[in-house]
């Protein structure tokens, strides 16, 4: 907003007191990949002011929206003073929030989830001071895996309790189990199929009850099972939700009030294979669409948000996995019709040294050969592929 107008007042309010860091280096400051913990922080308020001239005001919470007045309820975190503020265009990019199911015992200090800074921090000291020696992930997602090769990393036996039968659900359950066979040779303990029943906290540690009647035993608990957004704010406020959940938005990132523009976590996406509303939460969607709501409310609405194919990529130990467009379940809620190949072969040619295995999915339309999917798994080369595909 501030390239495009140098004139307009630019307020941003944030509860926390970080506006802009590596969400996906947490896991690899913990694991001491990442050793200065200033190399997390891309901006801060101090800068925005400065060279920006926007008035960031953290550890300042918008806890109600007056629609109809276009005033907006802020709170300081710190006392709890409450102030009014106006608008004449609001962006909601609230984000979206760790699941924290309510299981026995889930209150206790040993469990931890992962979403920003004060989170990692007191992992990390978790981990390093307090003799961590036994970690057992909740969800053997992107973020679980992660760090479980981060504690790993950090000389702690893992063990990973997923629901579903297969580790990383965007990937097909054949390209998962390339990832699972990795992770058992790296020493990580896999269970799946079952769930947490309650968890225990006693002199020594913390007791895992899961669902089949074992016991894990351990010093430190990462939750890890997914992200809801953040919509009491936009529900209260009376704006239209979405049907997969988020904030509902037009093409515009316009919300039910043409006043309120929202983007991110929060909000509800089309996913551009199916044409179905979907929410996906990855940074690269919400920066452009960040672009774009700057773009639509200095020059008014005439820039689109397409819809999103939830390209995503992650690091697990030596393996690059990555995905782009839908996977065969996803294809089959939708009815989506799709034939599906298999290339096992080297990230370059075999008779040059270091060629690594790389296995390519894709699924694609019978009809006319569309692509409406891809996933590769491998050591090398995944990266500039997953982009072609994309």
């Known amino acids: 907003m501030r390239r495009l107008d140098e004139a307009a007042e630019i307020i941003l309010c944030e509860r926390g007191e970080y506006i802009s860091y590596a969400n996906c280096g947490l896991p690899y400051y913990i694991g001491n990949t990442i050793r200065q913990r200033e190399a997390l922080f891309l901006q801060t308020p101090e800068c925005f002011r400065r060279r920006f001239r926007i008035d960031v005001r953290t550890g300042q919470e918008v806890i109600k929206i007056d629609l109809a007045s276009r005033i907006v309820t802020v709170r300081r975190v710190a006392t709890g003073e409450e102030y009014a503020e106006s608008y004449d265009k609001l962006v909601l990019s609230p ?25 990692t921090d007191q992992l990390k000291m978790a981990v390093t001071r307090e003799n961590a020696r036994r970690a057992v992930v909740i969800g053997g997602g992107f973020i679980g895996l992660e760090m479980a090769e981060n504690f790993r990393k950090a000389h702690l036996e893992v063990t990973v309790v997923e629901k579903g039968n297969q580790v990383m659900a965007p990937l097909d359950y054949s390209m998962s189990a390339i990832v699972r066979q990795h992770l058992l040779s790296k020493g990580i303990g896999l269970i799946l199929e079952d769930g947490v029943r309650s968890f225990q906290e006693g002199e020594e540690g913390l007791t895992v009850y899961l669902e089949s009647g074992k016991q894990l035993e351990a010093d430190l608990v990462l939750l890890s099972i997914g992200v809801r957004p953040e919509v009491r704010l936009a529900q209260e406020a ?27 976590d929060a909000v509800d996406v089309i996913n551009k294979v ?12 919400a920066n452009k669409q960040g672009r774009i709501v700057a773009n639509n409310l200095v020059m008014g609405n005439h820039e689109r948000y397409k819809g999103t194919i939830g390209t995503s990529i992650a690091k697990i130990f030596d393996l690059t996995v990555a995905t782009t467009g839908v996977n065969a379940k996803q294809l089959k809620q939708a009815g989506i019709p799709y034939l599906s190949s298999f290339t096992h072969g080297k990230s370059h040619a075999g008779y040059y040294p270091d060629a690594w295995d790389l296995s390519v999915k894709i699924l694609f339309s019978p009809d006319n050969g569309w692509l409406l999917g ?17």
């Open 374 to 390: 891809a996933q590769i798994v491998g050591y090398d080369g995944v990266d500039k592929r997953i982009d072609l595909m994309a």
């Open 238 to 264: 009376g704006l239209a939700l979405g049907k997969a959940g988020g904030i509902a938005v037009d093409s515009y990132m316009q919300t039910s009030d043409p006043d309120v523009y929202a983007l991110g």
């Open 95 to 119: 984000g979206a929030e760790p699941l924290r199911p309510s299981i026995p015992g889930i209150e206790s200090k040993r469990i931890f989830t992962l979403r920003h800074i004060p989170d």
């Open 274 to 285: 199916t044409g179905l509303p979907a929410r996906i939460p990855l940074a690269g969607p």
